[in-house]
């Protein structure tokens, strides 16, 4: 029988980069790009919070929640770039990656939190957006290994690295 704790570092696949967003200048929209280049100190390069928050290189959002937060908001379908997040990660439980490491191409990310939906929730998927979003806003990571990501990437999860 394993213990608890061994079953946290137990995923049964790989999960995969199914979408990538920046935006360039503040309050401005997401571009989509293809390919992202990430630094150590710097974040996402090109991206409006890049030097910023150490904490909050990178925003990951899973893909699977997106047609629930469409649901919610009575959608049928809904844009990763409404919700403003740098990366939509399909195949595997965001929320279990906390205290985890996750490679993607050759850059390591360090998970950091929960990414808390904001205000402007309400305003991009009207009345009732902020709530539809609680528990689906994804999570932070910082940049512990800098290099390329790209759309199609694997998504390799780490053994536990935080006590």
Not at 12 to 17: I, L, M, N, S, W
Request: hydrophobic fraction near 40%.
């Amino acid at each position: 029988m394993q213990n608890i704790k061994d079953l946290f570092d137990v995923f049964p696949q790989a999960g995969r980069v199914e979408w990538i967003g920046i935006r360039p200048e503040r309050r401005e929209s997401m571009e989509v790009v293809e390919t992202i280049a990430v630094s150590e100190k710097k974040g996402i390069l090109g991206d409006h919070y890049s030097g910023q928050s150490g904490n909050r290189h990178v925003t990951l959002i899973q893909a699977e929640h997106l047609p629930v937060v469409a649901a919610l908001t009575g959608r049928d379908t809904l844009d990763p770039a409404v919700l403003r997040r740098n990366i939509t990660i399909s195949g595997l439980n965001l929320l279990a990656l906390k205290d985890h490491e996750i490679q993607i191409g050759d850059v390591v990310l360090q998970i950091t939190g929960l990414c808390h939906p904001c205000s402007k929730m309400e305003t991009a998927l009207g009345p009732g957006g902020y709530n539809a979003m609680r528990g689906h806003g994804g999570l932070t990571a910082k940049v512990v290994k800098g290099g390329i990501i790209q759309v199609g990437d694997a998504v390799v999860v780490s053994p536990t690295v935080i006590a």
